[in-house]
């Protein structure tokens, strides 16, 4: 029912959480948990979700922020949230939905409600992305092509690979590479609109990425693709994962130098 659909489950409460999770799993999502909403941030800027599903009263940072949070990075969709909550009165539905919550469940649950109102959501949005997949492959191949580098974004990629697999299991989270490979793969896009000189082509390629809802961690990495880090204090902290993630970018940009 929902193919692969990827959710991020933000819940503190442990009963509620693994039934929600054990559902959706059989319903064929591929189910991420947090239950706090420090991690839920962190997690949703690293990995492209289909569909968050938050629950309001978290510790650390509540549902609202974390909503707000996510809904307000400029220029970066963000993915369908649904809100869950115990206290469904007027004053919490308007705060909910003034910070960008597509839907709102009362709890406790109506889960047949909740796996179909997910399910609509992520087919969405997974059209959605596979429209944009395909709009940054068409941009990629034109950059490539104008300048005469055919091949050298899909040469980098099979570089960064290759780095990969050499590092200890625990450097770099699965989220995180995934992020690392469409970086690899489209990391030169903005050279379909640039002059080709400087630099200019990673802000621009950031920003093209961004706007198609790739994940914060990908158009970071084409951003900061020329750059380096301790030379640059424009550059914010970096999770390890994300540093050693640019480290291994910027080596297999090198490694391909026409
Ligand atoms: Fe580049
Ligand atoms: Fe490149």
């Known amino acids: 029912m929902m193919h692969a659909a990827r959710i991020l489950l933000v819940e503190d409460d442990v ?16 189910v991420t948990h947090e239950n706090n909403g420090v991690d839920a941030i962190k997690q949703a800027q690293e990995e492209c979700f289909d569909v968050i599903i938050l629950d309001l009263r978290l510790p650390g940072e509540n549902g609202f922020v974390v909503a707000e949070h996510l ?25 909910a939905f003034q910070a960008g919550a597509v839907a709102f469940l009362h709890k406790p649950l109506d889960l047949q409600e909740l796996v179909l109102l997910a399910a609509n959501f992520a087919r969405r949005q997974q059209q959605a992305r596979a429209q944009h997949l395909q709009v940054a492959r068409y941009l990629n191949d034109l950059g490539e092509k104008r300048l005469q580098r055919s091949g050298h974004a899909q040469s980098v990629t099979v570089t960064c690979r290759k780095m990969v697999a050499g590092l200890p299991a625990s450097t770099i989270t699965p989220a995180i590479e995934a992020s690392l490979e469409a970086a690899a793969l489209f990391h030169d896009i903005g050279l379909a609109f640039s002059k080709g000189e400087g630099d200019d082509h990673a802000a621009i390629g950031a920003g093209i990425l961004a706007v198609l809802g790739f994940s914060p961690a990908t158009v970071f990495l084409v951003k900061a693709h020329h750059i380096t880090p301790d030379s640059d204090s424009d550059i914010p902290e970096l999770s390890p994962g994300l540093l050693a993630s640019l480290q291994i970018l910027q080596a297999a940009e090198k490694a391909n130098e026409l």
């Open 71 to 95: 809904t307000r990075q400029e220029g970066q969709p963000a993915p369908p949230i649904i809100v869950t909550s115990a206290f469904p009165d007027k004053q919490n539905r308007m705060r």
């Open 15 to 30: 009963n509620s959480a693994r039934l929600l999770k054990d559902l959706l799993t059989a319903k064929g999502a591929v």
